[in-house]
């Protein structure tokens, strides 16, 4: 909605919009201030769109645990190990970890609760160096926040997901 320091026309709504997070527990509020309008203090035009586009998109990643300043290296050879983020995270069936290893190894990659204890074990196998992408089930997992963390006998990385 148009801010209410523009003089939106359903700013009167804001009372209501800002208590959605106590009711919805993953619902967050990107704020509209700045943004510009239509003459009908309704509807964003292009340049109010994008913007509130591009606030959105950092609370994302912010949400994702994804640093957005961090450069993006491209290379011929894999020469470190890597993690991405479950995707979708949140995740309510499958979902897609994505990882990559710089040479041949053996990988254990295993999901564990908040109080760190394992839950399951996702995968447990030698893998090739290079990029690799798992699906993954976790319809049978209890909706919560919980870490999955690949393992090798160099390197340990751990992300967080969400399960609904």
Do not use: W
């Amino acid at each position: 909605m148009v801010h209410e320091d523009q003089g939106g026309s359903l700013a009167s709504m804001n009372k209501i919009v800002a208590q959605l997070p106590e009711i919805i527990p993953n619902a967050h509020i990107i704020s509209s201030s700045g943004c510009s309008d239509k003459d009908d203090n309704i509807h964003f035009d292009a340049a109010g769109y994008r913007e509130l586009g591009k606030r959105y998109g950092e609370k994302m990643l912010s949400l994702l645990e994804y640093d957005a300043n961090a450069p993006i290296l491209h290379s011929e050879s894999n020469t470190t190990y890597s993690l991405s983020t479950v995707y979708p995270n949140p995740v309510d069936s499958y979902g897609q970890i994505d990882f990559s290893l710089p040479k041949a190894t053996h990988v254990k990659l295993k999901l564990y609760n908040t109080a760190g204890q394992e839950v399951t074990q996702i995968l447990n196998k030698p893998c090739t160096s290079g990029h690799h992408s798992i699906s993954y089930d976790f319809a049978s997992v209890p909706h919560g926040v919980y870490y999955y963390r690949l393992e090798t006998n160099e390197k340990m990385l751990s992300k967080k997901v969400l399960i609904q």
